[in-house]
């Protein structure tokens, strides 16, 4: 099966206007860098004090592994919300993109 390349986007990108936009940039990033090991730090504390309280081992392993998902989860949906995506599609309601019926339809038409 061949390689298709994908279709380039031609518009320029645009660059941030002041320095004060560089800042809000970097700080997006900063975030990112931040909140993987704060969660799973979240859930190791979470999971040793079940343990503790719970006599058992494993918790706090599972803990770590919950923060990490919950961590990474975050990170998908910011990266996606700065792409210019919304978690529920294209950020338009799907008009005229054929995501269901048309208005004053009932939809069970072909």
């Known amino acids: 099966m061949p390689f298709n390349r994908p279709i380039t986007d031609t518009t320029p990108r645009t660059r941030p206007a002041s320095a004060l936009a560089s800042l809000v940039q970097a700080e997006k990033w900063m975030h990112i860098v931040f909140v993987l090991p704060a969660t799973a ?4 504390l979470a999971g040793a004090w079940l343990d503790k309280h719970l006599h058992q081992e494993w ?3 599972t803990g770590i592994l ?3 998902v919950a961590g990474l989860v975050y990170v998908v949906r910011l990266g996606m919300v700065s792409a210019g995506k919304t978690a529920e599609g294209t950020g ?6 054929g995501n269901g019926p ?3 339809g009932s939809g ?3």
């Open 41 to 44: 730090f979240a859930g190791w």
């Open 59 to 61: 918790i706090a392993v």
């Open 66 to 68: 919950l923060g990490g």
């Open 92 to 97: 338009n309601n799907g008009n005229g993109k």
């Open 102 to 104: 048309e208005e004053g």
């Open 108 to 110: 069970d038409e072909p």
